[in-house]
Every structure is written in structure tokens, then in C-alpha cells.
């Protein structure tokens, strides 16, 4: 394809779909050098569709919308992937199993207890032993059984959010290393 064989597109390229895929990649759960891979090859079989791929800022959309739909896919593709059965491989049985087990559980109990609002007390009784149905944490907690569903969405996207925010924290970005 003559878009590759011009090294001016790969040297004017490169940086901007580095830092682009840099951007993408933790929101998708996977390595930016992947990301930035699948844009390669993207370019490689199809080309920009853009109405003018020559020019600068024709390429550069072109390229930003190449990494936000490799991105999109690959969140597709984690979504839809189930691992095969069996203990992950970093949580052994014994003593290190049990220690991860332990600080899963103490990561997402503090989590739980920074939460906005009602939802550390709603959240406590979702992941209580004892098993509530809905109508017995409306009743514990005062609360109508069918503001429950929605509270509890709030919460769980709050919390996803905090989680995430402390799981994947930004490396360096750009050239800095």
C-alpha cells in the first residue's frame, strides 16, 4: 500500500498515534503497544476512509478515530472472553492463595466504606453473609423496595469508578521515559 511505503506518514504518524493509543489503553484494558499495533494493521488493510486522507488533519481524524475503535473493540472483546475454569495462576492454593483472597476482599471493604451517601450501608447489606432479598434490606435500611435497583446502580458505577481509578493509575505518559 503506498500510505506506508512514505516514511514522512510513519515519521508524521508514529507520535501521534503513540500518544493516542497511550490515552486509549487503560480504558480498555489492554497494553497501548497492542493498541497501537491494531492501528498499524488497521492502516495496513483498509486505509483512511477519510474524504481526504492526504492531508494532515484528514490523517490525524482518521487516526484518532482508528484508536477509539480498536479501543471499543477490544472492551468488546473482554467482555465477551471467559477464562477457562481453574484457580488463576497469581492466587495459588495455601497461604498466598489466601492472602490475596484476604486482600481482595480488604481493598473492597474500604472501598465499600468510602463510598457516598447510603451507599456504604447498601452496599454492606448486598454483600452481607446472610443472603438479605430485597425487601428485607428496604426494611433494614428504610428505604422503598423499588428504589433499591436504581440506588444500587449508582452505587456499583461509583464504585467501579473508584476501583478502577486506584487498579489501573496512570504510568508515565508520552516521552518521559
Do not use: N
Not at 42 to 61: F, M, Q, S, Y
Not at 108 to 125: D, F, I, Q, Y
Not at 141 to 151: E, F
Request: aromatic share 2%; net charge positive.
Amino acid at each position: 500500500m503506498d500510505l506506508l511505503k512514505d516514511s514522512d506518514l510513519m515519521t508524521e504518524l508514529g507520535p501521534l498515534l503513540s500518544a493516542e493509543a497511550a490515552a486509549e489503553a487503560p480504558a480498555a484494558g489492554v497494553d497501548a503497544a497492542d493498541l497501537e499495533q491494531a492501528v498499524w494493521v488497521r492502516l495496513l488493510e483498509h486505509g483512511p476512509r477519510d474524504p481526504d486522507p492526504t492531508g494532515r488533519t484528514g490523517r490525524a481524524r482518521w487516526l484518532r478515530r482508528a484508536v477509539r475503535a480498536e479501543a471499543r473493540l477490544a472492551r468488546r472483546r473482554a467482555r465477551r472472553e471467559v477464562p477457562y475454569g481453574g484457580p488463576p495462576a497469581d492466587a495459588g492454593g495455601g497461604p498466598e492463595g489466601a492472602l490475596l483472597h484476604g486482600e481482595d476482599h480488604r481493598v473492597l471493604r474500604s472501598a465499600v466504606a468510602r463510598l457516598p451517601g447510603r451507599c456504604p450501608e447498601l452496599m454492606g447489606a448486598l454483600l452481607s453473609p446472610r443472603d438479605l432479598t430485597y425487601r428485607e434490606i428496604a426494611g433494614e435500611l428504610g428505604i422503598s423496595q423499588g428504589s433499591l435497583g436504581p440506588v444500587r446502580s449508582r452505587c456499583l458505577g461509583c464504585l467501579r469508578r473508584m476501583l478502577a481509578a486506584e487498579v489501573a493509575a496512570p504510568g508515565l505518559r508520552g516521552k518521559e521515559r
